[in-house]
C-alpha cells in the first residue's frame, strides 16, 4: 500500500462485501484511516447508495481516496462518476491503476468482486494509491472536463 497513511472512504453492495472486507483489511494493516461505508452485511442492497456516501467523503475532504466494490464495478462506477468532483475508474489490474492516477488523477478505484480476484485487486489497489498525477498536459485535459459555463 501507498507509503503515506492517507483516509480511505470505502463502500460495497452486498455482492461486493468479500472482495471489500479484503481491502479494507489490508488497507488498515498498511497504516490508512478507513472510513467504511457500509454495507457489512450480505443482505441485498442498493449499490448507489454506498457510491454516493463515499464520494460524498472524497469531495467533502473527509478521505484523499473512495474504494468501491460492488459485482461487476460498473454500477458502482457510474454511480461516482455522477459526483462532479469524482473521476472514478473499474480497476483489473496495476496498468489500468497507475495509468487512471497519472493520466487521470482518478480519485476512486471501484472493484468488481465478481470479475477481479483478491490479490489483482489488493495490487492494483496498492499500485492505484502509490501513483501520483503527472499533471502537464493531462491536466489541461481534465480542465475540459468541467461543466461548461451556464
Not at 67 to 84: D, E, F, K, P, T
Not at 97 to 109: E, F, G, S, Y
Amino acid at each position: 500500500m501507498s507509503s503515506a497513511p492517507l483516509t480511505i472512504a470505502i463502500g460495497g453492495d452486498h455482492a461486493g462485501l468479500p472482495l471489500k472486507t479484503i481491502l479494507q483489511e489490508a488497507l488498515a494493516a498498511a497504516g490508512h484511516e478507513v472510513l467504511d461505508v457500509g454495507t457489512n452485511d450480505t443482505a441485498s442492497v442498493d449499490y448507489p447508495d454506498f457510491a454516493h456516501q463515499v464520494c460524498a467523503a472524497v469531495e467533502g475532504g473527509r478521505a484523499s481516496f473512495g474504494v468501491l466494490v460492488c459485482g461487476s464495478g460498473i454500477g458502482m462506477q457510474i454511480a461516482a462518476n455522477r459526483h462532479a468532483g469524482i473521476r472514478a475508474t473499474v480497476l483489473h489490474g496495476t496498468t489500468e491503476a497507475r495509468l487512471t492516477r497519472a493520466h487521470n488523477d482518478a480519485n476512486v478505484a471501484c472493484f468488481g468482486a465478481r470479475t477481479t480476484g483478491p490479490e489483482v485487486a489488493l495490487d492494483a489497489l496498492n499500485a492505484f494509491l502509490a501513483t501520483e498525477f503527472e499533471g502537464g498536459r493531462h491536466a489541461r485535459r481534465l480542465a475540459k472536463l468541467a461543466p461548461p459555463a451556464a
